[in-house]
């Protein structure tokens, strides 16, 4: 079993539509969670950083970590076009981070 | 720009040639990462520095890999006699504390 699993897709939606993504992982040593968003052809860019359970907010995007469960989710509200892209969930393993595969989003205009 | 740099952006080789690429990171961040990226997979870790010290090498980097800080600053992965299963995306990141930020990566393609 891989420390993080994460659903590869592809997922595609509506624009306007709510967006759910979500990983779990197996190592309850991870402290922190991350939320990065890859365009095609570009490197990963840090969206979300969460440390504790619970809910953290940044417009429309909210993450979500329950610990218990070793599952974290990743909201997109009013998802748009410019959303489109590959959503990668990130846990700092030692220090270097364990990436899931990452779930590639399509929002149709 | 006070990102994250790699160069080059896209190399192509043949078989059996040797290629470095150069990431500089954030000015004062003091760890420096390289990771592999193929196509449908997450980054993977290779390797690590805190300052120029190399602290954590991953099984994945043969030792046709080698990667040096040499003054804290940027960084450089050589990889020798390049194989086809080498042709990936090579990403650096760095970090002052646990968030990493990323270059744009160097997409090798080994013919």
């Known amino acids: 079993q891989k420390e993080v699993e994460q659903d590869p897709g592809p997922l595609s939606v509506p624009e306007g539509a709510i967006v759910s993504l979500n990983c779990t992982y197996s190592?309850?040593?991870?402290?922190?969670f991350m939320w990065y968003r890859q365009y095609s052809r570009k490197g990963p860019e840090l969206l979300m950083y969460?440390?504790?359970?619970g809910n953290k907010e940044d417009g429309r995007f909210t993450a979500q970590v329950d610990k218990s469960s070793k599952y974290i989710s990743l909201f997109i509200r009013d998802s748009q076009p410019s959303d489109s892209a590959t959503y990668l969930c990130a846990m700092p393993g030692n220090t270097p981070l364990v990436f899931g595969k990452g779930t590639r989003l399509s929002v149709i205009a | 720009d006070t990102g994250v740099s790699q160069n080059p952006r896209h190399k192509i080789t043949k078989r059996g040639q040797n290629v470095t690429f150069r990431c500089d990171p954030i000015?004062?961040?003091?760890?420096l990462y390289w990771y592999r990226q193929t196509l449908g997979q997450g980054p993977e870790f290779l390797t690590y520095f805190q300052n120029e010290a190399q602290l954590e090498k991953s099984r994945l980097l043969s030792d046709r890999f080698s990667a040096e800080r040499p003054k804290g600053s940027f960084s450089t992965l050589e990889i020798q006699r390049t194989e086809q299963g080498d042709s990936a995306m090579y990403l650096c990141?760095?970090?002052?504390?646990?968030?990493?930020?990323f270059g744009p990566g160097t997409r090798l393609t080994v013919l």
């Open positions: 990141a760095s970090s002052f504390n646990n968030e990493q930020f």
């Open positions: 190592n309850s040593a991870f402290q922190y």
């Open positions: 000015s004062e961040h003091n760890r």
């Open positions: 969460t440390y504790s359970s």
